[in-house]
Structures are given as C-alpha cells and as structure tokens.
C-alpha cells in the first residue's frame, strides 16, 4: 500500500543579492513550505506592501473591478515599476485632491446661495425688526424634520416662518413678554441663532445670480474632473492591474525574507520538501544563483525537534490528475500522520463506486461528466469547484454505468430497453433476453433480486471496513505501536472478531450450519484481547505500570470496549444498507417523473421530466454526495484516524494575501 510522500527537511544558505530571486522561485514553483522562527516582521517596513495597498486604493476609487488570481506569471516589482506605480499614486492623489477641493467650493457655495435665498425678501434692516417694542424676533437654522413639530409646539404664543423652500432657515416672532419661552422652545428643536449685522438689508437679485452663476461654474468643473477620471481610468487600467499583481508578489517575497535568519552577507531558509522534488529543486536553484547558495538536506527521523516530538513533518501525497482531485475530501477530515499509509486512493474508488450506487440514471450521469468537463476546461469559473472536474467525471461515469444497468435514462425506463435486451440476449440468448439488466424496482417478481442487491451492498461495507481496519494495523506496526495494533476494537483483535463473525453467519445462514465449540473459543479469545486491550497494550509496549488506573478500572474499561465492539461493527456494517435505500428511492423517484409524464403528457408532461429531473441532479445529487462522505468518514476513517498530521501547504503566491 502506497504511503504518505517521504519528505525532506531542506537547509539553504543563500547570499544576500540571491534571496529575492530565490524566494520568488520558490513561489513559483510552490513546492517548499516554509520552517520559520517566530520573530515578528509586522513592524517592520514592507515598501511593497505599502505601495500595493496604495494601489489598491487607486483601483478603488476608479471602481475597476479586482482581480481573484494571477493573470501573468508572477514577478517581482523592478526599478521602473516602483517609478511607475508611484507616478500613477501621484497623479491620481492630484485628481483626487482636486476633485475634493471642487466639492467643497460647491457646497460652500450652495449653502451661500441657501442663506441668501433665505434672506431675499427682507427690505428693511435687521435692527429695525429686533427693536421693535413689543416684538421678539430669531433668526436661525433648524432641521427641516422638526419644522412641523416646532411649529406646533409653539402654538399660538408665537409665528414660525420658513426663510426659503427647504425649511432650513427660519424666522420665529412672538410678543416680548413670552420671549423666554421663545427661546426656551427654539433651543428644545435643537435652533442654532444666526448673527446678522445690525445694518443688512437683504439680498439684491444681482449676488444671487452671481452665486447661481459660481454654483453652475464648480459643477462644471467636478463633471470636468469626474471625465478627466474616466479617460485616466482607461488609459491605466492595464497598468494598474498588471503593478497590483507585481506588487502583489513583491509584499509576499518582503514578508519570507523578513522572517528569515540573516547576517549581512547570507540569508538561512530551511523547509521542508517532497523528496521525489528536491534534486530538481537544488539544481534550478543552483543555476539560478550561478553556484553560490549551500545545501543540506536532512531525513525527518535525524531531525531532533521531530524526533523530540516538538514538530510534525508535514504530510504530502504524490498522486495523478484523477485520484488528486479527492485530496480535498481526506484533508476535510484531518491529515495522515507522516509515514503512514495514504488512503486517497481508496476515497477515490469508493467515493466513485458507492456514489453511481446510489445515483444511477445514464442521463443524469451525463450531465455529471458535462459539468466535470466544463469545470476541467475553466470554460466557467466557479470558485474553487474546478479543481474538483475529474471527480465529477468520475461520479459521472459511475452514474452513466449504473444507469445503463438499471435501465434509467433521464427517469424514463423505456430509452434503454434495446440495450438491455441486446446485453442480456448475449448471455440467455435472444428469446430468453429482457431488461432492464438489474430491475431495482420493487415487485412481487424483483423482490428476490432486491434482497441480493442489499446484500451486495453490505459486502461493499463489509471490505471497506476491512481495509480500514487493515490500515490501521499496518500503521500501528509501522509506527512500532504494536499494543494499539494487536488489541483493542480496531486492532488485530477487533478485526479478527469482526471477520469471524462475519463468517459465522454466513456458514449459518447460507450453509445451515451449527455453532461449534471452536467457534465460541475463537470469538472468546478475540473479545479477551479486547476486553484487556489497555493493560496488555502497555504490556506490549512495555509501559508500566500495567494496571495504570487500577485493576477495578480495567475491568470497567474492558465492558466498554466489548459494548463498542459489538455495536460498533454491527452499526458499521447495517449502515451500508443505505447504499441500497438510496438506490432504490432513487429508481422510485425516476418511475414517479416517468409516469407522471405519461399521465399528463404534452408540453406539461416535458415540464415535468425537466424539472423533476433537476431536482433529482441538484437535491439528491448533493444528499447522496453528503450520504458517501458521512460513510467514508465515519465507517472507513474512523478506523484508522486516531490521530491526525499537518498538511503540506507549500509557499505560493496568492494575489491577496494575508
């Protein structure tokens, strides 16, 4: 069996004008993870960083659309870019700048024209009114909102006059005696007093055309402004967008560099790397620096801070295109420990196999592999689904396949005949043919081959819990945990209990036969390692004390592990009836969007098929892809995932870093 990738941990002493150059090919290549110290960088000055934010911004402002990922090859800024981008920054700031300046002549200007509006009909001099004897006067300013509730709680005592159309100004006149509650009542609306010289007059119609006249002038010149934007806009998208990504890359390349030990005339970078990468990787690296960068590489067990336990060597797989697509699916539960055996290559027969199952219509199947191909050829892009084509090819084809089996195309169940009958009458002969080949739908005549087919699925359950459990024995003797490996649910006396009864039963059922001595005395012996699998575990490994927690514990430990034994395996096992249920709704569900169309006809009829059929590609596509995952997981890992590693995760670049 196939394990996790060996891994290397590699030392790289590299001069000073080479550790740009080298840090961006390591991005490039996104082979190498990172070992670093944990010396904060964050206070330290990172140019591209600050430049690339500036950008940002830029972009922003002119509200062009971002970028997701790399349109170019990743590079780092050069001299002229620096120059470039900065130039870009100033000139925009000088736009920018401008445009604000504009904005707020505007509106001083328009509030000049409010005031004076407001103020338009007076003809006569302010002191006048304010000396009248028997009359208080206020002139000010007050939220439009509060106008009508200002008004009303005034009442009769005094008059509230709007000084122009939006209300913002008013004047408010009341007797002299109710002159504290005038202002009482004013200050309550939040009324804020305007100091009018003593000698004004009013507004002559000239200065109102006149700010009229400089209103249209600064909204003349913001529209100005705003085309002046959109031609800079056009003229440095391109440029923009290009220096974002450089720039990108650049804060990146600053960040790694900042966090590496150094003196002033070598920089240390130590990673870790796939083994079957790192000849290669050396090479480049050496023609890339003309031979002036030193190299170690080191096995992980020779590592002292691995040996010690204080890191984890990260874990990586070395796949093809199809089974690395289902990496996804194993790292979503936990990483293998280092050196352990890789199971993506079960995931992905399982995943395929139980999936087409469970969904088997030929036509839906189709377009299952018609998604998978569009994903694989980016003809759309849907987040990070594309990386996922080849399993929906495969899903695909396993659904396509069972289809063809079932009879099932599109729910109809009359497309395939002739293939079924072509198929059957090759092996009964044409008179004896029928079809469909595998007839899933229940009847008096199909129950027999029902109950064959459950029974097919519980030996699918059956060998995927095996090999789960054989993982984990192979693990546990790798990693020289032989106590965890012969004893216990999951170790070799788990699996030899499950096995045998497995066997028992089908001796029973299938031969008629009669439990024998030996048969209690084996099934005995198996639960007696389970039932001490702690205290003979220690044993085995020699860890003492024996009895760690007491002999009275590791009895009551013992029950526990026969009570998880027995329902463990039997759930574990029944639970694959699932795979058979879902079939077989799955085949209901087509003979209901059949007949229904059959009964309704026509263009009604053909409404039916399509949106039946989408329901069934979308709602039970996803509930039987949950359906799988829940068994891989809870029925295959949960046997040998006793404890998790630490994913690979190489250096890349990524166009928005954290």
């Known amino acids: 069996m196939a394990k996790t990738a060996t891994m290397r941990l590699v030392e790289l002493m590299i001069m000073k004008e080479d550790v740009d150059p080298v840090i961006e090919y390591l991005g490039k290549k996104a082979v190498f993870q990172f070992y670093l110290n944990n010396s904060d960088s964050s206070s330290k000055q990172n140019s591209s960083k600050e430049i690339f934010e500036n950008l940002q911004f830029v972009r922003s402002c002119l509200d062009i659309p971002d970028l997701t990922d790399y349109k170019m090859e990743p590079v780092s800024p050069k001299p002229e870019d620096f120059t470039m981008a900065n130039q870009i920054i100033s000139e925009f700031n000088e736009l920018r700048e401008k445009e604000i300046k504009a904005k707020e002549e505007l509106k001083r200007i328009v509030n000049a024209h409010k005031e004076a509006l407001a103020f338009k009909n007076l003809k006569m001099p302010y002191s006048d009114l304010e000396h009248l004897s028997f009359l208080t006067m206020r002139i000010g300013k007050i939220n439009p909102e509060v106008f009508d509730n200002l008004q009303f709680s005034l009442g009769e005592n005094a008059v509230l006059i709007p000084l122009g159309e939006d209300k913002t100004r008013v004047m408010a006149a009341a007797p002299r005696k109710l002159k504290s509650l005038l202002d009482k009542e004013l200050e309550k609306f939040g009324f804020i007093p305007l100091e009018i010289p003593e000698d004004f007059t009013g507004v002559s119609d000239e200065m109102l055309r006149s700010l009229e006249e400089q209103c249209e002038a600064e909204k003349n010149a913001i529209n100005n402004i705003a085309k002046e934007l959109i031609v800079y806009e056009e003229t440095n998208k391109e440029l923009l967008l ?34 079957h990468e790192a000849e290669k990787l050396i090479k480049e ?8 960068i030193a190299v170690r590489q080191y096995e992980p067990k020779k590592v002292a801070s691995v040996r010690s336990g204080n890191i984890q060597v990260p874990v990586a797989f070395k796949h093809g295109k199809f089974v690395k697509s289902f990496e996804g699916m194993v790292f979503s539960y936990g990483a293998p420990k280092y050196g352990s055996i890789d199971p993506t290559p079960f995931v992905a027969v399982f995943f395929t196999l139980l999936f087409g199952i469970m969904f088997g219509d030929a036509g839906q199947g189709l377009v299952l592999i018609l998604i998978g191909v569009i994903l694989h050829f980016n003809l759309i892009k849907i987040g990070n689904w594309n990386k996922y084509s080849l399993v929906f090819i495969s899903i695909g084809i396993s659904s396509f396949i069972m289809g063809l089996l079932t009879g099932e195309f599109f729910a109809n169940s009359d497309i ?30 199909t129950m027999p081959f029902v109950f064959i087919f459950f029974g097919f699925t519980l030996s699918v359950g059956f060998i995927i819990n095996s090999l789960g459990l054989i993982i984990n024995f192979i693990n546990n003797i790798s990693k020289k945990k032989y106590g965890a490996a012969f004893f216990g649910k999951t170790g070799l006396c788990g699996m030899l209990f499950f096995w045998y009864v497995v066997a028992l039963a089908i001796r029973i059922f299938a031969f008629k036969h009669q439990i024998a001595i030996f048969d209690l005395v084996f ?67 087509g003979y209901i969007i059949f007949e229904m169309n059959k009964m309704i006809g026509g263009v009604g009829g053909l409404a039916v098929v399509i949106i039946g059929n989408i329901v069934v590609i979308v709602l039970e596509g996803m509930i039987v892809a949950i359906q799988v995952l829940r068994l891989q997981y809870y029925e ?5 995932f006793s404890e998790t590693g630490v994913e690979f995760k190489p250096f890349q670049f990524k166009y928005k870093a954290e």
């Open 285 to 292: 690296l050496d023609n890339l620096t003309e031979g002036r």
């Open 636 to 640: 295959f890992f949960s046997k040998f």
């Open 242 to 275: 290009e220096l974002l990504q450089k720039f990108s890359v650049g804060m990146q390349v600053q960040f790694f560099k900042d966090k590496l030990e150094a003196t002033q005339l070598v920089y240390r970078v130590t990673g870790w790397i796939p083994e």
């Open 416 to 445: 395939l005949r002739p293939f079924g009958y072509f198929v059957t009458g090759l092996f009964v002969g044409k008179e004896n043919a029928f079809a469909p080949i595998f007839h899933l739908m229940p009847s008096k005549e």
């Open 523 to 589: 099934i005995g012996l198996t639960l007696i390692g389970v039932f001490f699998a702690h205290p003979l575990g220690r044993l085995t490994d020699r860890e003492y004390p024996v009895l760690e927690n007491g002999f009275l514990s590791a009895v009551i430990e013992g029950f526990v592990e026969i009570i998880e034994v027995i329902s463990t395996y039997l759930s574990n096992t029944v639970s694959f009836l699932r795979v058979g249920a879902f079939a077989l709704a799955h085949v209901v569900l």
